[in-house]
């Protein structure tokens, strides 16, 4: 146990007489270790409402008041211990559960010391949540006022409550029928000296502060009532330890008797290691003398909130503090004792001080908030999680950052809405962080040994943690560049690592122990030797995950006819899908299995304006074995709301992003960071963000080198490239951005695309609108010209085959009078693999604009063209046979040249900037930019599968080709088919097949030769098959 029975035989037999008086109605669970746990702080009230009846029982309740009672309760918490498990925390930080004076909804007013505040349950209510977490491997801290009480006393003496020592002032009643009830109905046990004015030296031990009853803790038998009442809650509640409010406003001779009087109580019911740590809001100098006999002969607290190291944190990840600073910090903390000072508990926020992501401290910067929570999650202290963290929270001071995390009504930005969202990207990086600390006991119990701190600017901080038996190596990036540096580790040459946090890294550790690494912007990394990975204890955490969800979590639909989609982190059991799902209300429909994917196709449209919940229960496992661990519970909403945009009869809009974005440009498919993620760059926060059709939002990588990421692209070779408009990044697998400084010859840069298929090899094509062309970047980072003859290029996209053959199809605007750089022919070309140019479409009016564009190739939208016209802020549709029309209007700003894309799913996803340039961070981050998906209401690719037999007709192979190529179909009975050729105007060019065919597949070659055996001229092409009444039609391209 972490504290010795001190005094001698005379203190140990006044423990044992005290604990007769007291004695458990509960069978008490032993201590944790606590180095092993993670606390989570919650604000009772505000975590969620499992029990309305009991909301207004007090006469305090007005949800939409942040200083009054919302409803949050004891019954809510045990609701979603699963959420908390599935999280990873293993213990749970409560407040003050007492009744209070006018029903205070925080806890910290205390009236009554044995009373169960009815506002947040009942006694019963509280040790059922205790059972629940005990029976869950989890652990309770309550938190426990001694200096003060409520708000009952007063006195009507001429100056009050102006602190008045030491006559202070006479107390009486505010009312005669409202006083605190049994020991402390005594004035007497109260200070009387007024208001704490001057916060140093006696005065804020002896004053009241906000007012609240000071109690007189110098008093023996004040101290012995609160020593009776805090052993009665730990008998009454088994809970298992303490978090002590303003513990420097209380005389220390207090605590010499408090503190041992618990701690021996508790030890003698078997909880031999009762944590209690005490919130001294200043410096260590201050909070060191709290701590184990530092500051007395009796042992007093055996933790402390680390505020010392709080402030250093928040300063270093939240703003331009140096690491240096946290290694100072540890280095002073042995004004703590000795017992105390690989225990501390650490945090990046609580309920008294503004959230970390709020303005002022991280700024809503989430490449800040994980670069925070990895130090938090690793390092040599008891790490706590203030509830919405992981959520994203960034409320600034009391009452803000006490939001609900229910869909109350005290909610704001990320807080909106129901937040008990498993698939948040800050959720998963924080349950990623608690299940590494899990699994390596150097991080929960090891020492530390600090290997790099960068020492006058934000940059490298990286630590080892070592116990007998494990050793791993942290490194994180505070700073908003890239870094590469060489650490010294003790593990021995040829030892193979990887990363716990991203199973990409692998490196091997080089003579004399030294291991490079180099780090994103911000990046964090865990190393780890790859034998640890193949732990009992590793294997034994292991556990299916759902990665992401569509629609995502309390995301309003306008799509009712969407199928729910659920991706997990590996290959899913079919035959426990169906089983383990459950809908409320009750919905009729299919699941299929395909891998990491499940999706349930409804059999009729979704029930209108309804919260449709959903979940999976603990049947539901993987392939592999392994179970979902707790239950998975999400909903959303089918309620119509207004996007802004108009879309066509039969197609629906919605709003992807719950967190506005910035100034959104671009949006990619990043099938090789997930399965359903795309990559969005944002111009005003100088970040690209992953993104999912569930409104996943996260940050991916950001750098100070550049200040507006236009374009993006993913090459075969597995890296990726980005362009700020002047420069281009390359960006590889661990996300590391390097700059390409040959292709600065370029005056700028519009869109960027790699090459598909085998006609285009591995070529990286880069728009240059001020040189009038396409340009390909050669292995040595240096640009070739391409193809000439395109004035304006701007977004480009390749044809993918089927219909749109293997071309490359660019956008190549008008708008001289706006950007003199982008004075193109409003068309839109294709280019083939050979540099030839063409105009697929040209319209002056309608194209002068064209700016973005996005081919449909899984059939959702009749595998048309999409552009973005940037002048109108709209976008058109253009169809194979080369007609255009309006087809989505209302956004804002559309002009980045990757602003569309057909994503994942098959949706039309639209980058909408909103105000755009005017977002800057000294105009106050106020641009407000979405992302849009439009989909059809009623969608082949939406449709439950079933076996398909219908009418084909395969793309041509080569395309585009020189020479002959093949053209197959199939037809689903036999009957009379006609399969002919067509230039771009529709004249007819050559007859492949006219006759009656047998049902099955058939073939004919086409030699480029019109009907008169003339050698067709190069240029785009149609092959159109008509059969039982149904036509389908293909392009090919004819080179020169």
């Not at 560049?481 to 692998?506: F, K, M, S």
């Not at 299995?593 to 979704?606: D, H, I, N, S, T």
């Not at 009418?951 to 041509?956: D, F, K, R, V, W």
Request: glycine share 10%; charged share 20%; net charge negative.
């Amino acid at each position: 146990m972490r504290f010795s029975l001190r005094g001698g035989l005379a203190a140990l037999l006044a423990c044992l007489a005290l604990s007769a008086a007291v004695r458990p109605a509960l069978a008490l669970t032993p201590s944790p270790m606590w180095k092993d746990q993670v606390i989570y702080q919650v604000v009772t009230d505000r975590f969620f409402n499992g029990n309305t009846a009991n909301d207004a029982v007090e006469g305090n309740y007005a949800p939409a008041d942040g200083y009054r009672t919302h409803g949050g309760d004891f019954a809510g918490l045990r609701q979603k211990l699963d959420y908390l498990q599935m999280l990873g925390v293993t213990a749970l930080w409560i407040s003050p559960v007492v009744i209070n004076t006018g029903g205070e909804y925080h806890g910290y007013a205390a009236k009554d010391l044995y009373t169960i505040a009815p506002h947040m349950g009942t006694k019963a209510e509280l040790q059922a949540l205790v059972a629940d977490c005990h029976a869950r491997g989890m652990y309770v801290v309550i938190d426990v006022v001694c200096n003060h009480m409520g708000t009952l006393l007063t006195s009507t003496a001429p100056g009050y409550p102006a602190y008045n020592y030491p006559a202070g002032y006479p107390l009486s009643w505010r009312d005669t029928n409202n006083r605190y009830p049994g020991f402390f109905s005594d004035p007497s046990k109260f200070h009387n000296y007024g208001d704490v004015s001057n916060w140093s030296g006696t005065e804020q031990v002896l004053g009241a502060i906000f007012g609240l009853n000071d109690i007189k803790t110098e008093d023996a038998s004040v101290q012995a009532e609160l020593i009776a009442a805090y052993r009665q809650l730990i008998a009454d509640t088994d809970c298992d330890g303490y978090r002590v409010d303003t513990v420097k406003h209380v005389d220390g001779g207090f605590w010499d008797a408090w503190c041992p009087g618990i701690h021996q109580w508790a030890a003698v019911q078997g909880k031999g290691d009762f944590l209690m740590f005490g919130e001294v809001f200043d410096g260590d100098a201050v909070a060191g003398p709290f701590t184990g006999t530092m500051g007395s002969a009796s042992y007093r607290f055996d933790s402390m909130l680390w505020y010392g190291m709080y402030w250093t944190t928040n300063n270093v990840w939240g703003g331009n503090g140096a690491p240096q600073d946290i290694v100072n910090t540890y280095s002073g903390r042995t004004v703590f004792d000795p017992t105390v000072q690989d225990r501390l508990v650490t945090f990046l926020d609580n309920h008294d001080n503004a959230r970390f992501q709020a303005a002022g401290v991280a700024n809503q910067d989430q490449s800040r908030a994980r670069a925070a929570l990895a130090w938090l999650l690793t390092s040599d202290a008891i790490p706590c999680v203030y509830y919405g963290t992981e959520q994203e929270f960034d409320g600034g001071g009391d009452p803000w950052c006490r939001e609900d995390m229910w869909d109350g009504q005290w909610n704001f930005g990320p807080s909106l809405g129901n937040n008990f969202k498993e698939s948040h990207t800050l959720f998963r990086w924080t349950r990623t962080l608690i299940d590494a600390r899990k699994r390596h006991e150097a991080l929960r119990r090891g020492t530390i040994t600090h290997l790099y701190a960068e020492a006058a600017a934000p940059g490298l901080y990286a630590f080892g943690r070592e116990s007998e038996t494990d050793s791993v190596v942290v490194a994180i990036n505070s700073s908003n560049a890239p870094l590469t540096q060489t650490l010294v580790t003790l593990w021995p040459p040829g030892t193979v690592v990887g990363d716990a946090l991203d199973p990409v890294v692998r490196d091997v550790v080089g003579a004399g122990g030294a291991l490079t690494v180099a780090l994103p912007a911000r990046g964090a990394r865990v190393y780890e030797s790859l034998a640890s990975r193949g732990s009992a204890l590793a294997q034994s955490l292991d556990r299916l995950v759902v990665e992401t969800t569509f629609p995502g979590h309390d995301q309003s639909l306008n799509d009712r006819r969407s199928k729910l989609r659920v991706v997990f982190d590996r290959a899913v059991d079919p035959a426990t899908v169906a089983s383990s799902a459950h809908f409320s209300p009750a919905v009729a429909g299919t699941w299929t299995v395909q891998g990491r994917e499940a999706a349930f196709f409804p059999a009729a449209a979704w029930p209108s304006s309804q919260v449709v919940s959903w979940s999976f229960d603990t049947t539901l496992r993987a392939l592999d074995g392994r179970r979902i661990g707790v239950a998975y519970d999400s909903r959303f909403r089918t309620n119509a709301y207004t996007t802004g945009i108009t879309v066509p009869s039969g197609y629906s809009a919605d709003r992807i992003a719950r967190q506005n974005f910035g100034a959104p440009v671009s949006v990619v498919p990043a099938p090789w960071v997930g399965p359903d993620v795309m990559l969005v760059s944002d111009v005003s926060k100088d970040r690209i963000f992953t993104l999912t059709s569930g409104g996943d939002f996260g940050h991916w990588i950001g750098d100070s080198r550049w200040t507006k990421s236009y374009g993006f692209t993913r090459c075969s070779t597995g890296v990726s490239l980005a362009t700020n408009g002047t420069a281009l990044y390359r960006v590889d697998d661990r996300r590391y951005v390097t700059a390409l400084s040959g292709v600065y010859n370029a005056a700028s840069f519009g869109s960027i695309v790699h090459g598909a298929g085998a006609a285009w090899g591995r070529r990286t094509i880069v728009g240059e609108p001020a040189a009038n062309r396409l340009s390909t970047l050669d292995a040595s980072g240096l640009l070739q010209p391409f193809a000439s003859s395109i004035h304006a290029p701007m977004g480009m996209t390749f044809g993918g085959g089927g219909q749109w053959g293997d071309l490359l199809y660019v956008c190549d605007p008008s708008l001289t009078a706006s950007n003199g750089q982008l004075d193109g022919a409003s068309r839109i070309a294709y280019v083939t693999s050979a540099g030839v140019v063409g105009t697929f479409a040209q319209d002056a009016t309608l194209l002068k604009g064209a700016g973005s564009i996005a081919i449909d190739q899984s059939g959702k939208f009749n595998h048309d063209l999409f552009v973005a016209d940037l002048f109108n802020e709209r976008v058109l549709r253009i169809t194979h046979g080369g007609a255009i029309s309006i087809f989505a209007t209302g956004f804002a700003n559309l002009s980045g040249t990757q602003c569309l894309a057909f994503g994942p799913d098959g949706a039309l996803y639209v980058a909408d900037a909103g105000s755009g340039d005017s977002f800057t961070r000294a105009s106050g981050l106020s641009a407000q930019g979405q992302v849009i998906r439009i989909v059809p209401d009623v969608a082949v690719a939406d449709a439950a599968p079933s076996p398909r037999a219908g009418l084909e007709l395969s793309p041509a192979m080569p395309n585009p080709s020189g020479g002959e190529v093949a053209l197959r179909w199939t037809l689903p009975v036999a009957g009379h088919a006609r399969v002919g050729v067509y230039d771009v105007s529709g004249r007819h060019v050559r007859t492949l097949a006219d006759g009656a065919l047998p049902a099955g597949v058939h073939e004919r070659r086409w030699d480029g030769r019109d009907a008169r055996g003339a050698l067709a001229p190069a240029g785009l092409y149609f092959v159109r098959l008509e059969a039982a009444g149904e036509r389908r039609t293909t392009r090919v391209v004819r080179l020169p």
